[in-house]
Structure formats: structure tokens, C-alpha cells
């Protein structure tokens, strides 16, 4: 009987920052990791797709790109935001966010501020609440 996928420890990996190494990645995750396969591309992916973590290592085995999604903890703050917190709070927490026209719509909006550690922030609101935070580094394709 196969073992169950362990739970990913949200208030660790909510720590990880594009630039961080592999081990602090494979610390973060513990008994999850695993390496990503060839055909991956450099993303690591957990076994379950609901645990709502994602993480892009690059070619000099450091992270590229850090996601937050889904059923992520609502308890751990990224950047002090949190998955399915209202827009209207996102904006308090972070004032200097600003509005991609380019992809945002109706129901979606895109939010991006360029962070004083390097990297940048993207965040996804769907019906005016986060639903999904994206850390990454200058030069990282961000995909929407």
C-alpha cells in the first residue's frame, strides 16, 4: 500500500525567496522532496497538486521562481499577504502595488510591485481575493 504524500510545511517554504539555494528548497520541503524530472523544466511540484506550493529551480541551482497558490496556509504571510486575503487589505499591506492593464480583466486582476531584495512580487486576485502569490527573480519568465 502506497504511503500517503507528506504535508508540506507551509510556514517554512512561505520563507523561500528567488535567489535561495537548492538545500534551503530540499530543507524547506523535508520528506517531499524529490528532484523534478527532466521534462519538468526546473519546476518542483508537490505529489499533491492541492498543497498549493511550487517552486522553479534554475540552471545555477538556485530557486528562479517561488508560487503560492490554492489551499496554501491562510496562516502564513508572504511578503505580508496571505492566499484568499480581500484586495482592499493586499492594498494596505502593500500600497505600492500596481495594476497590469496588460492581463488583467473582469473578474482577474494582476498586481506587481518590484521588491527591495531584488526579486518581484505578482499577485493574482480572482473576484477581489489573492489567489495565487508569484515571487520572481529579474529575467524569470512569468508565466500567468
Known sequence: MPHPAPRLDCARLAL???????EQLQAAL???????????????????????FMARIGADSRLVSVWFYGNFSRRCAVEDLRIHMPLASALAQQPSLRKLESISGPRRDVRHVHCHQGYHLFVHFYQTRIWRLCLEAPGALHHS
Open 16 to 22: 523561500l525567496r528567488p535567489g535561495d539555494s537548492l
Open 30 to 52: 523535508g520528506a517531499s522532496w524529490c528532484p523534478p524530472r527532466a521534462q519538468d523544466e526546473g519546476w518542483w511540484r508537490p505529489a499533491r497538486r492541492l498543497d498549493g
